[in-house]
């Protein structure tokens, strides 16, 4: 699987609402109105990971939740990251 070029990563978040890409990986932060509203969320972003086989990185601080997307196998970002990102915005949408 190829990486994708700091060029392509930049031309692709205009259309990832949100996703920042820092410390080699694309980062997004979401505060939810509560704790269960914000676990109910990933819940469903895991199960569409699961499916895709591809899994974020999470990290749940109260109400605030950090979605991380590498492909560590490949060693940086792939497209595999930038379609889970857009997946996880149309999830947070719903």
Do not use: C, Y
Request: proline share 4%; no cysteine; aromatic share 6%.
């Amino acid at each position: 699987m190829a990486l994708l070029t700091d060029d392509q990563i930049n031309e692709a978040l205009p259309g990832l609402p949100g996703w920042e890409h820092t410390d080699g990986a694309l980062r997004r932060t979401v505060k939810f109105d509560s704790f269960p509203a914000g676990i109910e969320a990933v819940r469903r972003v895991a199960e569409r990971a699961e499916a895709a086989d591809h899994h974020p990185d999470i990290d749940i601080r109260w109400r605030t939740v950090t979605f991380v997307l590498v492909t560590h196998s490949a060693g940086g970002i792939t497209d595999k990251d930038v379609a889970m990102a857009g997946e996880i915005n149309r999830i947070l949408q719903t």
